[in-house]
């Protein structure tokens, strides 16, 4: 019954594309997925961004399309994230998986927590934060999570949606838009590194991609139609499902079911 795995695999893009558009940490999906189907951690980790960089083309093109993308906050915040996104690639060999799950698992309960500090942050942004510069604070920023984006993929777009409402001023859903655009661009940078380092199993990639770009399509549709609150609604259940699974919480209550 391997050729079950094929179908699965997309499945398994469908629902990550649809999740890393409105939100993130997508990748806990597909990452398990890949090494159902047969591929070490790190080259499903390397793997995974295919899907990934074909999945945040059809969201750029739909935010663009709709008119929600701003196309010069994208660029000029993607310029440390990216720099930050090769370093993060060369060092992604070196991570300690499971005491960084632990440490996700806390900084996404504490990005909650901003959530609903300031929610009016997520519906309106800030207008007079139109025209968009570089900060010190905001280069150190999107570095850091450029680095983080580079070696592990899931859960940047989190971050990035974080830093960009709270430092950026962007309102959820322009927020979203250009939080796809500069994940395009450190994945693309990232998957250089790794392919050049030969972990990138492209026949698996391409077909998780496929998967991906469904679900950006429908996911940029939602995001559109339903608005930043829905869209902040959204980023909450997700982070708070992501924390417990990284916590070891969904296991747990599994095991209750048993």
């Not at 693309?188 to 991609?209: D, E, K, R, S, T």
Request: hydrophobic fraction near 60%; aromatic fraction near 10%; glycine fraction near 10%.
């Amino acid at each position: 019954m391997d050729w079950l795995k094929y179908p699965l695999i997309v499945l398994a893009g469908v629902a990550a594309g649809f999740v890393n558009i409105l939100a993130g940490n997508g990748s806990l999906i597909t990452l398990p997925a890949l090494i159902f189907f047969g591929l070490p951690a790190n080259i499903a980790n390397a793997t995974n961004r295919v899907g990934v960089v074909f999945q945040n083309i059809v969201g750029v093109a739909g935010f663009q399309r709709k008119g929600m993308l701003d196309l010069h906050g994208g660029l000029l915040y993607s310029i440390p994230t990216a720099i930050g996104s090769i370093l993060g690639a060369y060092i992604a060999v070196d991570i300690n998986e499971a005491v960084f799950r632990r440490v996700l698992a806390v900084v996404m309960i504490l990005m909650l927590v901003l959530m609903f500090v300031k929610p009016e942050r997520w519906v309106k942004g800030k207008v007079e934060r139109a025209n968009h510069r570089l900060t010190i604070a905001s280069i150190i920023i999107f570095f850091a999570i450029g680095i983080y984006g580079g070696f592990l993929q899931a859960g940047v777009g989190i971050f990035l949606l974080v830093a960009l409402v709270l430092n950026a001023g962007y309102d959820a859903v322009r927020g979203n838009a250009v939080k796809v655009f500069i994940v395009l661009s450190l994945t693309i940078v990232a998957l250089i590194v790794f392919q050049a380092n030969g972990q990138v199993q492209w026949g698996v990639g391409l077909l998780l991609a496929v998967g991906n770009m469904i679900g950006a399509w429908l996911a940029t549709r939602f995001a559109v139609e339903k608005g930043a609150l829905w869209v902040r609604r959204f980023v909450i259940v997700v982070v708070l499902f992501s924390a417990a699974e990284l916590l070891g919480i969904v296991d747990w209550i599994a095991t209750l079911f048993v």
